[in-house]
């Protein structure tokens, strides 16, 4: 049933996009929507190797698509840098940000290469660093970034008293704060670019459930074997019950490129517990409606990052 729902992504020639974690999953869907058509696609991996066996299925399929891959590592705020750095040197402006990539539940505590809880500061730290990085690109293509959320912010919440979780770890609650904060970040950039006339729009969306990689054998995370969660999800996926990897993937498109999408709205799968079906706006959730939360949150990350907003 969901392999049926699809929407259409208008022309996006002369654009560029930035979308991270395209290797493989949603953001691979999504790079390769925004490539057919016709956007100029940017695919920051960890992989390189990686990434370009993804770009090189991208040009298979989309004749004359116009993709490329750049080096960055979420988890490591100098690889952050690095690549921001870059192509603001490249002066190009950016005129779509997908803030995708994402690392779920690793099977034991992690950190980063700066030494944050390896949830929060990939999923959230990285992508905040990384749109900070590039706002001169954005504001000066009047981007409309896209922030990927997960349908486990629905209950999630901030640990403000330990954000790197170093005492009593829980490691779905971890997961929870860390797409909470992605949430959160998207709907206080917006509200700074209104303030500010920047010109930037911030959007989030949420994929719903969907047989992606994120629970699947992971060895770099320390993960041996697909988890019995992703199994049951592909079987899921298989009956119509949850999503596609293909139908996740729409409500970023809709988000990212829809007509009469626009800041500070959230969007994700319409059907039962919304875990599957066709892309729509949705009402917020809870966690990700306090104001005071984002700004709270935004102010928090400047100083873990050592970067901050403009005035």
Do not use: C
């Not at 988890?227 to 996926?237: D, N, P, Q």
């Not at 599957?276 to 959730?285: D, F, I, T, Y």
């Amino acid at each position: 049933m969901a392999r049926s729902i699809d929407i259409t992504v208008p022309d996006l020639t002369g654009r560029l996009a930035v979308v991270t974690g395209a290797s493989d999953g949603i953001g691979f869907v999504v790079a390769g929507r925004l490539a057919a058509a016709g956007a100029e696609v940017i695919m920051p991996v960890r992989s390189i190797a990686k990434g370009d066996r993804a770009a090189a299925r991208i040009r298979a399929d989309v004749p004359g698509a116009r993709v490329t891959t750049r080096a960055l590592d979420l988890s490591s705020l100098e690889s952050v840098a690095a690549l921001a750095d870059t192509l603001v040197g490249e002066g190009r402006p950016v005129d779509l940000l997908v803030n995708n990539a994402g690392v779920m539940t690793p099977p034991s505590r992690q950190v980063t290469r700066d030494g944050f809880e390896l949830q929060f500061g990939t999923n959230h730290l990285g992508h905040f660093a990384l749109t900070l990085g590039l706002l001169p690109l954005l504001r000066e293509g009047k981007a409309r970034i896209t922030h990927q959320t997960s349908i486990a912010a629905r209950r999630g919440t901030i640990n403000w008293d330990d954000l790197n979780w170093e005492r009593s770890y829980d490691v779905a609650r971890a997961y929870s704060q860390s797409k909470a904060a992605v949430g959160l970040f998207a709907r206080d950039l917006d509200a700074r670019s209104t303030a500010g006339g920047w010109g930037v729009t911030s959007n989030l969306a949420h994929p719903g459930v969907s047989p992606t990689n994120l629970l699947a054998a992971q060895p770099g995370l320390g993960r041996s074997r697909d988890t019995g969660a992703v199994r049951a999800i592909r079987l899921l996926s298989r009956l119509g019950v949850v999503g596609t990897v293909e139908s996740a993937a729409l409500p970023a498109l809709l988000a990212a490129t829809g007509p009469d999408s626009r800041g500070d709205e959230f969007y994700g799968p319409k059907g039962l517990g919304d875990v599957g079906g066709a892309p729509a706006r949705q009402e917020l959730w809870g966690p990700l409606r306090r104001s005071d939360d984002a700004r709270r949150l935004s102010e928090a990350s400047e100083r873990l990052v050592g970067l901050r907003f403009p005035d």
